[in-house]
C-alpha cells in the first residue's frame, strides 16, 4: 500500500468508529437511564462480565468504575462457571457485554442472575439475542458494521461498548458528587495523585517553620535559618502575626561587617508574597513560585503563618 492509501484506510475505520458512537449517542435514552439509575443505587458492586474482545472491554469498564467511586470488579464468565459465581451476591447487580448477545460463556452468569434475582444489565447490539432477552434492562447499540473488511473483527463494537462505559461511569461520577479528592484517595501513586496534592499536605509546620521575632537580632535570625534548612526565616510580631520574612537574597543584598548586629526587622523583606489558602492544589502554588521566581512561600492564616511550602517540598512529591 501506498502512504496515502495507508493514511486513508487509517481514516476510514476512526471515521466508521465515529459515526457508530455518533449514532449511539442520538439514540441514547430510557435505558440508559434505568442502567444508570439501577447501578447507583446498586448496594453491593458492579459486577462486569463478557467474552473474548468484550471480556478485555469489561476489564477496563470495571477499573473506570471502581476508579471513580463506584464499587465493581470484572469476573471471567469461564471462571465464573468454575466457581467464581461464589463472588456474585443478591446486592450486586451485573453488567454483560456481548455484541452478538449469544456468547454461551454467558450462560451461567445469566441463569445464576435468574435464579437469585441478581439484576442484570446487558450491552448488545441484537435486541432479539438470548442475553439481551434474559436482561432486566438492556442498552442495545443500533445497526453499524465492524470497522475491518470483511465487517467480523470486533472494532466498532468494542470502541462503542468503550464509549457507553465511560457514559455510564462518567454520568455516576457527577451524581455521587465524586470529587478529586476522593479521585486521589484511589490513585495515590504515580503522576495523577501527584497533582492532586495539596499545599497542607506537603508544608513545613509546627517545629520545623523557622520563625524569629521582628526585634531579634540577626545573629539569632541566621542560627533559626541554618537550623531549619529552608533557606529563609519568617518573621513574627509579638502577636504572633507575619509581618515579613529573611531569605538567602535579603542576606546577600545587606552583607556588611555589622549584619549580625541589626535587628531583623531591618533587613526583613515586608509584607512579601503569601499563600492564604492551605488547600490549594500544590500544583498550583508551583505556578505561583515560578511566576513570582522564589523557592518557597509561608502559608498564612488570619495573619499568622501555619506552614511554610518549598519547591523541593513538591520535587521530593512529584508535583513538578
Known amino acids: 500500500m501506498e502512504k496515502n492509501e495507508i493514511i486513508a484506510q487509517g481514516r476510514h475505520v476512526l471515521d466508521m468508529e465515529w459515526e457508530a458512537i455518533r449514532k449511539v449517542s442520538e439514540n441514547l435514552g430510557e435505558s440508559f437511564y434505568q442502567a444508570v439509575q439501577t ?23 470495571a477499573a473506570t468504575l471502581a476508579s471513580v467511586g463506584t464499587p465493581a470488579f470484572f469476573v471471567h464468565p469461564g471462571e465464573a462457571s468454575h466457581g467464581d459465581l461464589g463472588m456474585f451476591t443478591t446486592d450486586d447487580t451485573i453488567l454483560a457485554l456481548s455484541y452478538s448477545g449469544e456468547s454461551k460463556e454467558l450462560a451461567d452468569v ?32 443500533p445497526e453499524f458494521q465492524e470497522a ?44 495523577l495523585g501527584a497533582l492532586l496534592l495539596k499545599v497542607r499536605e506537603l508544608m513545613a509546620v509546627g ?30 510580631d509579638d502577636a504572633g502575626n507575619f509581618v515579613g520574612m529573611v531569605t538567602d537574597g535579603d542576606l546577600r543584598r545587606h552583607i556588611s561587617p555589622d549584619l549580625l548586629a541589626h535587628k531583623t526587622v531591618e533587613i526583613m523583606t515586608s509584607s512579601p508574597k503569601v499563600l492564604n489558602d492551605e488547600n490549594m492544589l500544590a500544583v498550583e502554588a508551583v505556578r505561583i513560585l515560578n511566576e513570582k521566581q522564589i523557592t518557597n512561600i509561608f502559608v498564612v492564616k488570619d495573619g499568622k503563618p501555619i506552614g511554610l511550602l518549598h519547591l523541593h517540598h513538591c520535587l521530593s512529591a512529584g508535583v513538578v
Open 39 to 61: 447501578m447507583f443505587n446498586t448496594k453491593g458492586r458492579v459486577i462486569v462480565t463478557g467474552m473474548g474482545k468484550s471480556g478485555h472491554v469489561g476489564k477496563k469498564i
Open 110 to 141: 445469566i441463569a445464576f442472575s435468574r435464579r437469585f434475582g441478581i439484576t442484570l444489565i446487558s450491552m448488545v447490539g441484537n435486541a432479539q439475542s438470548t442475553l439481551a432477552k434474559a436482561s432486566d434492562i438492556v442498552i442495545c447499540y
Open 148 to 191: 475491518c473488511s470483511f465487517g467480523m473483527a470486533p472494532t466498532t463494537s468494542t470502541t462503542v461498548s468503550l464509549a457507553m462505559g465511560d457514559a455510564l461511569a462518567m454520568t455516576l461520577l457527577e451524581m455521587k458528587g465524586f470529587s478529586k479528592e476522593q479521585y486521589r484517595d484511589r490513585h495515590p501513586g504515580g503522576k
Open 207 to 236: 517545629d520545623e517553620l523557622p520563625l524569629v521575632k521582628d526585634d531579634s537580632l540577626m545573629s539569632d535570625t541566621l542560627v533559626e535559618m541554618t537550623k531549619k534548612k529552608l533557606g529563609c526565616v519568617g518573621v513574627i
